[in-house]
């Protein structure tokens, strides 16, 4: 457990410390044994996540990042060595104000959790995927931006898979993993909680990064039919895959979710079952085995 508060140390500025992403790359940072000065953006001090963070010693300023708050958002970034920026939602221009601000504190790193390009990487044929395509415009401004800059890209929070698309239940008391594409499918599975830090704080560490890199943060590739098999074994219960329709899959999301929201997961699975998933496992010497899902 290393924060320091000694000015030798490199600040650290972490957006959504008090979220996944942020709270995965601040636990990973107190864990090395490399020292830090950490800082986390909020909203809100005092909400209790806030509070547990000041009292493991994390700096909180409250800021709103928000183009109509440009100049609180340029304050906190400043005095910091290197920067996480978590992309906590599909807004664009608050990605392009927090580089702006990490580029007028001339930080020396900035680390952005951004998405590829579905529209891109489709050739045109999968258009709705706003929150990937948005993230890539981000990257791409960061990218020019003259900020060292590397792109730590979050795999599918193997969460998703107990919540929003878990499998449902069916009338014999067992259940089905649903979705439209082949069995052989491949998802870049992570345990964003405990394991995406960890990639963060490779990209920190490791002389092999710097400025340019991109990071793909994930544990396995889990095929859809193996993640069913894998499932059943954890739970006990029988859980088979279904190749489904796309109407059919849409209308399996929870209620709740905005049309073009399902539309997004939908394109999503259509894009990974027609192109395959567009990323390597990355076999850095992270400080401790991943955990996927038959470990965890
Ligand atoms: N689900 C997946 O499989 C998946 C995969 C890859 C990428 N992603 C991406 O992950 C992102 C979500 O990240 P997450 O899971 O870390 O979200 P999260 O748990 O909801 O955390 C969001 C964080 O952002 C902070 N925040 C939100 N709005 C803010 C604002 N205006 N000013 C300052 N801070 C603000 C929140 O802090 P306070 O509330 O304390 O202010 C919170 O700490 C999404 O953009 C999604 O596209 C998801």
Redesign the pocket.
């Known amino acids: 457990m290393t924060i320091s508060q000694k000015p030798s140390a490199p600040l650290v500025v972490v957006?959504?410390?008090?979220?996944?992403?942020?709270g995965s790359v601040i636990k990973a940072l107190i864990e090395s044994d490399k020292p830090y000065r950490l800082r986390d953006?909020?909203?809100?001090t005092s909400?209790p996540?806030?509070r547990k963070l000041v009292d493991q010693g994390i700096e909180m300023v409250g800021?709103?990042?928000?183009t109509d708050n440009a100049e609180k958002v340029h304050q906190a970034f400043e005095g910091a060595n290197i920067a996480f920026v978590?992309?906590?939602?599909?807004e664009i221009d608050?990605g392009i104000l927090m580089i702006n601000a990490a580029k007028a504190a001339k930080i020396d790193l900035l680390i952005w959790?951004g998405?590829m390009s579905v529209t891109e990487a489709s050739g045109g044929k999968y258009t709705h995927v706003d929150?990937f395509d948005g993230k890539a415009l981000v990257t791409a401004h960061g990218r020019q931006s003259g900020v060292p800059f590397i792109d730590v890209q979050?795999?599918?929070?193997a969460s998703?898979y107990n919540s929003a698309q878990a499998p449902r239940k069916r009338g014999d008391s067992s259940y089905e993993l649903a979705f439209p594409c082949s069995p052989e499918t491949l998802l870049p599975v992570i345990d964003?909680v405990s394991d995406y830090g960890l990639f963060v704080r490779e990209a920190i560490e490791s002389p092999a990064f710097g400025g340019g890199s991109e990071i793909f943060a994930c544990s396995e590739l889990l095929s859809v039919a193996d993640m069913s098999k894998q499932l059943s074994e954890i739970t006990g219960k029988k859980v088979a895959f279904h190749q489904i329709s796309d109407d059919e899959y849409v209308a399996t999301l929870p209620e709740m979710l905005p049309e073009p929201i399902k539309i997004e997961f939908l394109e999503t699975m259509k894009y990974l079952n027609e192109f395959g998933c567009p990323c390597l496992l990355f076999e850095p010497c992270l400080c401790r085995l991943l955990i996927t899902m038959c470990n965890s």
């Open positions: 957006v959504g410390a008090t979220g996944t992403q942020g953006l909020t909203r809100d909400k996540a806030a800021v709103t990042i928000g978590s992309a906590y939602t599909g608050d959790s998405l929150h979050a795999g599918a929070y998703n964003m």
